[in-house]
Nanobody, 126 residues
């Protein structure tokens, strides 16, 4: 069974940076796309950023493009989310999950799949 554990959340001022880590069980990154998700009021969990298991291709939500970077280290079984220029609206619980990355007419989309971590809280406030 896949296990995912997030860490790295905390309190940061607007404009600051955080790096989130998603520690996965052995070899998970070889078989599963991994994404970071956060809650969207009135909707559901939004795909913030995702990375493909096959070729490392990435997805970013429009709201974080140019500010967040997803990466992976297969030897450490870890996926990272580098978050720069954080804004108060980025405040949320960030979840790591296995992901479905789908190509649609509007572009690539990313959805959470079967396995989820418990989340790590990111608070952006002055």
């Amino acid at each position: 069974q896949v296990q995912l554990v997030e860490s790295g959340g905390g309190l940061v001022q607007p404009g600051g940076s955080l790096r989130l880590s998603c520690a996965a069980s052995a070899n998970t990154l070889d078989y599963y796309n991994i994404g970071w998700f956060r809650q969207v009021p009135g909707k559901g969990r939004e795909g913030v950023s995702c990375i493909s298991s096959s070729d490392g291709s990435t997805y970013y939500a429009d709201s974080v493009k140019g500010r967040f970077t997803i990466s992976r280290d297969k030897n450490k079984n870890t996926v990272y989310l580098q978050m720069n220029n954080l804004k108060p609206e980025d405040t949320d619980i960030y979840y790591c999950a296995t992901a479905l990355m789908a190509h649609v007419p509007e572009g690539i989309e990313c959805f959470g799949a079967d396995y989820w971590g418990k989340g790590t809280l990111v608070t952006v406030s002055s």
